[in-house]
């Protein structure tokens, strides 16, 4: 545990230490957490006496992003692939309507 304590004095009283892992629950199988802590109080040698922080599940909203990482993949791959004017609409007119009228 060496570099716990190396750590104890290199990290600032104002700095917010986050991450993310991944724990796993008896019956739900891998969930994602963030983990966010602070020191809160030094003992007179500097070394870390007391820790505050917290942990939120962010499961589901990993899970939103990894999809939407996926579909931003593909997006970018098709329009690697696919020519630039394929599906695009053709504008024949310049002038506009209002549906306010």
């Known amino acids: 545990m060496a570099f716990n304590?190396?750590?104890q004095f290199v990290v600032g009283d104002s700095q917010l230490l986050e991450w993310k892992v991944r724990w796993r629950?008896?019956?739900?199988?891998?969930?994602?957490?963030?983990?966010s802590s602070k020191v809160f109080k030094r003992a007179p040698d500097g070394r870390v006496q007391q820790?505050?922080?917290f942990v939120r599940?962010?499961?589901h909203q990993t899970l939103a992003?990894?999809?939407?990482?996926?579909?931003?993949?593909?997006?970018?791959?098709?329009?690697?692939?696919?020519?630039?004017?394929?599906?695009?609409?053709?504008?024949?007119?310049?002038?506009?309507?209002?549906?306010?009228?």
């Open 5 to 7: 304590r190396r750590l």
């Open 25 to 35: 629950h008896r019956d739900l199988g891998w969930r994602w957490f963030s983990i």
């Open 51 to 53: 820790v505050i922080g």
């Open 57 to 59: 599940d962010i499961h």
């Open 65 to 101: 992003n990894e999809v939407i990482q996926r579909s931003e993949a593909r997006y970018r791959l098709l329009t690697r692939i696919l020519p630039i004017s394929s599906g695009l609409p053709t504008v024949t007119s310049s002038r506009t309507t209002s549906a306010h009228r």
